[in-house]
């Protein structure tokens, strides 16, 4: 059975953020599921995919750690630039969009600060991948 498809306001969650964000689908693809511009697994971009998760509390993210340091070792957070080093992954199996495959359930991307990035809810329950 196949797996929800990802769309536009599909919640994000960071293992390092502090609070969920949501994913911007830019509608180049002019791909709709459910009224909601479908994602694919390069929809990575920093700001314009992924907006920031509040404050950050990775000691790989040099602003963290510059900050900790200043407070004598206390972790202190600080604002959240999501760093996405490769697309989500898996990718969809059968679905693809545009030739790039669609973005679903279960998928996962890396943040170069450690921290990994989900999909909580992938905005569209009634369309399966496959």
Known sequence: MGKPAAVATANLQCTFGM????LNVIPIKR???E?????TITDI????????????????????????AAALGV??????????VAPWAPPAAQTMIGGIPALTMG???SCAFGGVIQILNP??????EG
């Open 107 to 109: 998928a996962m991307c």
């Open 75 to 84: 972790l202190t957070p600080m604002p959240c630039v999501p760093t996405v």
């Open 19 to 22: 609070a969920p964000s949501t």
């Open 35 to 39: 009224g909601k511009p479908a994602a």
């Open 45 to 68: 971009m920093p700001g314009a995919n992924i907006p920031p998760f509040g404050m950050c509390m990775s000691l790989a993210n040099p602003t963290v750690a510059a900050a900790t």
């Open 123 to 128: 905005g569209a329950m009634k369309t399966l």
């Open 31 to 33: 791909v709709l599921i």
